[in-house]
């Protein structure tokens, strides 16, 4: 709608959000050859919530728009944490 | 644009637009026709599954070989089971009466994206399409059951591959009209229409958008997989390569548990309209039924693992699950106490579609108190995998939504159609309907309990009189939705044309507008000011 304010993202910050996805997958990599055990998948899972939430910022402009939409997102994800937990509640206790 | 022609003074029926014929339709944006094009593909699928379970039903008259074999059986079921579960009940009442009636009812002229809209519709069609070349391509019809449980469902040699496909296209509609849904109900609700002034229907069409939104994402992926391990082996549900069929049933569920309130959830909303129209009362406790709406959607998510207590959870998911599984009663038993309060001393209005509402009251307790029984981990295990799950399932999915559906659909058909249904025929197809349906869901919970498996297509002798009443309560049960259907589409074509804005004293938004509706539904956007249910007599 006309009347909305469009947030311009500079090229810098684009390169930085670039920068830092490429710096995380690299971590995600290199955290593999660690012997961890089932530390492994959640240092995995950690930092792929941490990129998600980078492209959802900057990328998807979470990070410019109002409050609510940030509260709709954090609801559907306290949602996805909450499933995990419960199938957790199977895969940790058999 | 011509006067004559005009989207504020002709009906949606009428408008002519940039094409004529089928084609105006297939290719129309006006969210009522677009609800009508649900409409139209349901009743005809139904009318296709519902002649696979007569079949069955007949094939279970006695025990042996009667009309079929087991392959055929096994066929049957499963066609049976994925129509109506993912053609018929998940889209249903949303994709059908959310359509057509949601901009209505929040005073609006359509759903916030119409192109995407239909896109929702042809991804449904397209689905279907693809899950009908199952049945004659291959190596013959899939025979998994609609479930397509892990390791069978990619160790068939039958032709899985099209209905996992096709069920995972017709997701795409179902989260595209989620996605509408929300938008519609945030952004373009009538100035003054609070969120605690909007009418229930709405509301519970809102909490179902977020389960299509959230849940049925998984069940993509999930079906995907299936497709991945049949073609390539993946390993990731076969415990021959080291993974974990339990895995497939955790995904299959977190869905498919969660869709069952996308089934129930609008269904209950129609009802909240329709009690307090026929009940000449303000509904009790609106806030508690919208409420109570979001906790089931809310509730709802975490308490698939029910379907899975004999699977080899571990105990301490089993307690987990039957503990949430008594949660979600709660809030579902909120609305019936609500819909009984409304009744008490209101001015009862015995008409169709009130029949339909109250019978689905009735039908519905029996399948949600049956419900505990299965939630129950002691009793789940003597009744798991048998007829009692059947029964179970039959009495909430076509109990609820399929009552819903038909009380929905003799509430709003006059709005709809600019026609009027013959009442004397439709209170007979529901007398008969009714009868039917309990005759042969009823017995179905006694077989159970006896140990006759689901499933199956011959029993033990001992089964032999259950059976036989079930099965002839399901030609019954036809010969009502035979008498039903029949009197709607007649109506629908020749029968008596009405152009009274309100027949049944409703004071929701959709029975302020046209009979049948304009194509803009509202000439002026109302302003809001009283609340959806507020009778004052």
């Known amino acids: 709608m006309s009347e909305e304010k469009h947030h311009i993202v500079s090229y810098r910050t684009h390169a930085f959000v670039l920068l830092a996805l490429l710096v995380l997958t690299g971590i995600s990599v290199a955290i593999t050859q660690l012997e961890m055990g089932p530390m492994n998948t959640l240092a995995a899972m950690i930092i792929a919530g941490i990129k998600a939430a980078i492209v959802l910022a900057w990328f998807m402009h979470l990070k410019f728009e109002s409050r609510f939409f940030a509260f709709m997102v954090s ?13 957790f509640f199977d895969y940790s206790y058999r | 644009m011509s006067e004559a022609n005009n989207a504020h003074n002709v009906s949606y029926l009428e408008y002519k637009g940039q094409y004529k014929g089928l084609l105006a339709w297939i290719f129309s944006t006006d969210h009522k026709r677009i609800g009508l094009l649900y409409l139209y593909t349901m009743l005809f699928f139904f009318s296709v599954a519902a002649i696979l379970g007569l079949l069955m039903k007949t094939q279970l008259i006695a025990p042996g070989y009667t009309i079929m074999g087991p392959q055929t059986y096994n066929s049957l079921f499963t066609l049976h089971g994925i129509i109506m579960i993912f053609v018929i009940v998940v889209p249903g009442l949303p994709a059908v009466f959310g359509n057509f009636f949601l ?10 994206f119409p192109k995407l809209n239909l896109l929702s519709w042809w991804f449904y069609i397209i689905g279907i399409l693809i899950v009908l070349t199952s049945q004659f391509m291959g190596d013959g019809p899939p025979d998994t059951g609609w479930t397509f449980y892990a390791p069978y469902s990619f160790r068939t040699p039958t032709n899985v591959l099209p209905a996992v496909f096709g069920a995972f296209v017709m997701g795409f509609s179902s989260i595209l009209t989620g996605i509408n849904f929300v938008v519609t109900i945030h952004r373009m609700r009538a100035p003054g229409m609070t969120w605690f002034k909007m009418p229930l229907f709405p509301w519970t069409l ?23 391990e049949r073609l390539m082996g993946i390993g990731i549900f076969d415990p021959a390569l080291g993974g974990d069929p339990i895995l497939y049933q955790h995904l299959f569920w977190i869905y498919s548990h969660p869709a069952v309130y996308i089934m129930i959830l609008p269904a209950m909303g129609a009802i909240s309209e329709i009690i307090p129209v026929f009940s000449r009362k303000t509904i009790f406790g609106y806030k508690a039924i919208v409420l109570s709406t979001l906790a089931i959607a809310f509730v709802g998510y975490f308490v698939w693992g029910h379907h899975m207590f004999t699977s080899g959870m571990s105990g301490r998911a089993l307690y987990t699950f039957s503990f949430l599984t008594f949660l979600v009663a709660i809030p579902s038993a909120i609305k019936v106490f609500n819909w009984v309060s409304t009744m008490h001393k209101g001015s009862l209005q015995m008409q169709t579609p009130f029949y339909w509402a109250v019978s689905f009251i009735f039908v519905f307790m029996i399948g949600g108190l049956s419900g505990l029984v299965l939630g129950s981990l002691a009793t789940n295990v003597h009744v798991h995998d048998t007829h009692f799950v059947v029964a179970h399932f039959h009495f909430i999915v076509f109990g609820g939504t399929g009552y819903a559906f038909m009380a929905a659909l003799h509430y709003w058909f006059p709005k709809m159609f600019g026609r009027m249904y013959d009442m004397n025929w439709a209170n007979l197809g529901w007398g008969i309907f009714f009868i039917g349906f309990n005759t042969l869901y009823l017995p179905m919970f006694y077989l159970g309990i006896m140990g006759m498996p689901r499933r199956y297509y011959d029993y033990l002798p001992d089964f032999h009189g259950g059976n036989i009443v079930s099965s002839l309560g399901a030609w019954v ?39 049948p509706p304009t194509l803009e539904n509202f000439e002026e956007i109302p302003t809001i000011e009283k609340g959806p249910y507020e009778f004052e007599d």
Request: charged fraction near 15%.
């Open chain 1, 75 to 87: 609801a559907v994800v306290v949602v996805f944490l909450l499933v995990l937990l419960v199938t």
């Open chain 2, 103 to 112: 901009p209505i009812m929040i005073g609006a002229k359509d759903v916030a």
């Open chain 2, 206 to 228: 809102y909490g179902t958008a977020w389960i299509q939104i959230l849940a049925t994402p998984v069940i993509g992926i999930t079906l995907l997989l299936i497709v991945a």
């Open chain 2, 477 to 515: 049960m036809v010969s009502g939705i035979v008498i039903i259907f029949a009197n709607l589409i007649r109506s629908a074509r020749h029968g008596e044309k009405t152009t009274e804005k309100n027949p049944w004293g409703g004071k929701t938004l959709e029975w302020q507008v046209d009979t």
